[in-house]
């Protein structure tokens, strides 16, 4: 589901909750995936709580780091969202 829309000077990043779930030995995670509107190609796949990018491409080292902040920022809605508490309208 779709999260919310960066807008940036000369770009859109659309950042995605892909899956929300379990594991017996480390918790709860979630997914996140982010890409440019017109390059899907160029993407980054990072997982909660942890804020790991575990796949990415097209983005530089910098861009990593701001959506690794930008991710722990806003976690809380996040996590909310992932659980099903807050619908996508509800973010701002």
Do not use: Q
């Amino acid at each position: 589901m779709e999260y919310c829309r960066i807008h940036r000077d000369n770009d859109t990043l659309i950042v995605f909750i892909m899956k929300h779930y379990e594991t017996d030995t480390s918790g709860e995670h979630v997914e996140i995936r982010v890409e440019r509107k017109d390059d899907m190609d160029t993407y980054a796949v990072f997982t909660l709580p942890a804020y790991y990018c575990s796949h990415a491409y097209g983005f530089t080292e910098r861009e990593l780091d701001e959506l690794g902040d930008f991710l722990k920022n806003n976690a809380v809605t996040i996590w909310d969202m992932a659980r099903g508490n807050i619908r996508a309208e509800g973010v701002a």
